[in-house]
């Protein structure tokens, strides 16, 4: 199983401020083929199912903001809020999808400081 | 506007059975793959398993901790998705939730809450 690791677990950020959260995956979820990463990013906020932020590591889903992008190949991801807005407030997973079982990360809190 | 509703769940003794359904509208669904996942309580996301679609020959697969007691169908006529689950165990208890595509999921149902409990 590919094992997705996110670090911070939490991170407080003052209003227009960017916001970095890190993503490991314990091997490459980079297909050479297609030159794409199987990674995708969602934002979950309390009572809610997630949302889908970033696909193919880098694709903005339809409808995010374009303060929200993603970055990173191979083992290695970031997602970054460039200037964190109040509804940003939530938590934050990767998904890695280049292989059975699919895999999250942990998540990190990003919170307003 | 894609829908994905979740219904069937409830509290089930220990090695009982239960049947979940995924109604989805808004879709052609037999054109998409489904999943399932499952969060217990205090815990993360659980991918379940999917299903493909007819056109890749509805092959499912699943998750290591429910292979061989849980399985996923599907009907394409009534575009409902379903999670037979036997043999239930404590650690099964959980939120189920249904999604749209088998990579990444843009589409959620609400969850219907499974608690296995004697």
């Known amino acids: 199983d590919i094992v997705m690791t996110q670090s911070p677990d939490s991170l407080a950020v003052s209003l227009g401020e960017r916001a970095t959260i890190n993503c490991k995956s314990s091997q490459s979820v980079f297909d050479s083929s297609n030159n794409k990463n199987y990674l995708a990013w969602y934002q979950r906020k309390p009572g809610q199912t997630p949302k889908l932020v970033i696909y193919?590591?880098?694709t903005r889903e339809s409808g995010v903001p374009d303060r929200f992008s993603g970055s990173g190949s191979g083992t290695d991801f970031t997602l970054t809020i460039s200037s964190l807005q109040a509804e940003d407030v939530a938590v934050y997973y990767c998904?890695?999808?280049?292989?059975?079982?699919?895999?999250f990360g942990g998540g990190t809190k990003v919170e307003i400081k | 506007e894609v829908q994905l509703v979740e219904s069937g769940g409830g509290l089930v003794q220990p090695g009982r059975s239960l049947r979940l359904s995924c109604t989805a509208s808004g879709f052609t669904f037999g054109d998409y793959a489904m999943s399932w996942f499952r969060q217990a309580p205090g815990k993360g996301l659980e991918w379940v398993g999917f299903?493909?679609?007819?056109?890749?020959?509805?092959?499912?697969e699943y998750a290591a901790s429910v292979n061989g007691r849980f399985t996923i169908s599907r009907d394409d006529s009534k575009s409902i998705a379903y999670l037979q689950m036997n043999s239930l165990k404590t650690e099964d208890t959980a939120m189920y939730y249904c999604?749209?595509?088998?990579?990444?999921?843009?589409?959620w149902g609400q969850g219907t809450m499974v608690t296995v409990s004697s």
């Open positions: 999604t749209r595509d088998g990579r990444f999921f843009s589409f």
């Open positions: 998904q890695q999808y280049y292989s059975t079982p699919l895999t």
């Open positions: 193919w590591a880098s």
């Open positions: 299903i493909k679609t007819r056109t890749y020959g509805g092959t499912t």
